[in-house]
């Protein structure tokens, strides 16, 4: 099983007893630590899609250590003016052990949401025009027979369908 979650705003593939480094999260070392924003998970065929974020789930870890990382030098120039500036930076990191990732509450398969949006556009009902986009109001005038429907503006697509 794996899932997709936010930490400390970036989004990471995670799997149990992964070892993660994520910028520098408050908390001492050997702290259990656990992250609500999950985006979406995975167990084989089983794929769970949160709008943005699954209710209820829930990945947990075990701050392992605070560290830092590789020093990237940063190094400016300008030719010919005598400006030279160089600058290091190391960024503080935390490497975290995922201990568990648990899905509760209700689930939202990709296969259940397209089945949902293809359900909500046959109960659209057929009289309200305006509801619809520029690209579908053109469609139906085609399938109507309308001449110039390319060329009109959505307000004489809804005149001319009506």
Same mark, same amino acid.
């Given at each position: 099983m $794996?899932?997709?979650?936010?930490?400390? @705003?970036?989004?990471?593939?995670?799997a149990k007893d992964?070892?993660?480094?994520?910028?520098?999260?408050? #908390?001492?070392? #050997?702290d259990k630590v656990s992250f609500d924003k999950v985006l979406l998970t995975g167990d #084989?065929?089983?794929?769970?899609?949160g709008a943005p974020?699954?209710?209820?789930?829930?990945?947990?870890?075990?701050?392992?250590?605070?560290? /830092? #990382?590789?020093?990237?030098i940063v190094f400016k120039k300008k030719r010919r003016k005598g400006y030279r500036v160089k600058n290091g930076h190391r960024q503080a990191l935390t490497e975290i052990s995922i201990e568990g990732i648990s899905v509760s509450g209700s689930k939202k398969s990709t296969s259940?949401? /397209?089945?949902?949006?293809?359900?909500? /556009?046959?109960?659209?009902?057929?009289?309200?025009?305006?509801?619809?986009?520029?690209?579908?109001?053109r469609e139906m005038a085609k399938?109507? @027979?309308?001449?110039? $429907?390319?060329?009109?503006? /959505?307000?004489e697509l809804i005149a001319a369908l009506s």
């Amino acid at each position: 099983m $794996y899932a997709i979650v936010e930490i400390a @705003g970036q989004q990471f593939k995670v799997a149990k007893d992964q070892k993660v480094f994520v910028h520098r999260l408050a #908390g001492e070392e #050997g702290d259990k630590v656990s992250f609500d924003k999950v985006l979406l998970t995975g167990d #084989g065929d089983n794929i769970t899609l949160g709008a943005p974020a699954i209710d209820g789930a829930l990945v947990e870890a075990k701050i392992t250590r605070h560290l /830092k #990382g590789d020093k990237v030098i940063v190094f400016k120039k300008k030719r010919r003016k005598g400006y030279r500036v160089k600058n290091g930076h190391r960024q503080a990191l935390t490497e975290i052990s995922i201990e568990g990732i648990s899905v509760s509450g209700s689930k939202k398969s990709t296969s259940a949401k /397209k089945e949902e949006k293809s359900s909500k /556009k046959e109960e659209a009902p057929k009289n309200d025009l305006s509801s619809n986009t520029v690209a579908e109001l053109r469609e139906m005038a085609k399938e109507k @027979g309308v001449e110039g $429907y390319s060329s009109m503006k /959505k307000a004489e697509l809804i005149a001319a369908l009506s």
